[in-house]
C-alpha cells in the first residue's frame, strides 16, 4: 500500500468516524441508552478518531519519507485495528451481542503491533 492510498483510507475511515460519532450521539442515542451502550459507543468513535488521526500521520510519513519500508504493514495494523476493535463495540452497543466482546481485544492488539512497528521503524531508519 502506498502513501495515496494510506491517505484515501483515512479520508474514509474519517468520514465514516463523523458520520457514526454524529448518528450516535442525535439518531442513535435512544438505542443506546436503552442499551446501556451509550459510553461504549463513544469509546468505539474516539479510538476510531484516534487512530484514524494516526493513519494520517504514516500516510504523510509514506510520502515524505518513501524509503520507510514497512509503513504499509503499520497502516494495516491501524485499520484492521480500527475495523475489529471500533467495529466489534459498534455493533455491541447497537445489538447488545455481548460475545463481540471477546473480539474486540483483537483490535486493541492490532493497535498495539501498529505502534510498535512505527518505533521500530523510527529506530531503523533514524
Known amino acids: 500500500m502506498n502513501a495515496k492510498h494510506i491517505l484515501q483510507i483515512t479520508g474514509i475511515l474519517g468520514a465514516l468516524g463523523v458520520g457514526l460519532g454524529a ?3 442525535h439518531g442513535l442515542e435512544d438505542i443506546l441508552v436503552e442499551n446501556g451502550r451509550l ?12 487512530h484514524t488521526l494516526a493513519l494520517f500521520g504514516i500516510g504523510i510519513l509514506a510520502l515524505v519519507k518513501p524509503s520507510w519500508k514497512g ?19 459498534y455493533v455491541l452497543s447497537l ?32
Open 23 to 25: 448518528f450516535g450521539a
Open 71 to 89: 509503513l504499509s504493514f503499520t497502516a494495516w495494523c491501524m485499520i484492521l485495528g480500527i475495523l475489529i476493535f471500533s467495529g466489534s463495540l
Open 95 to 126: 445489538t447488545g451481542i455481548t460475545w463481540l466482546g471477546a473480539i474486540t481485544p483483537l483490535g486493541g492488539l492490532s493497535f498495539i503491533f501498529g505502534w510498535c512497528s512505527f518505533v521500530y521503524l523510527s529506530i531503523k531508519n533514524q
Open 39 to 50: 459510553d461504549t459507543f463513544q469509546t468505539a468513535v474516539n479510538y476510531h478518531f484516534y
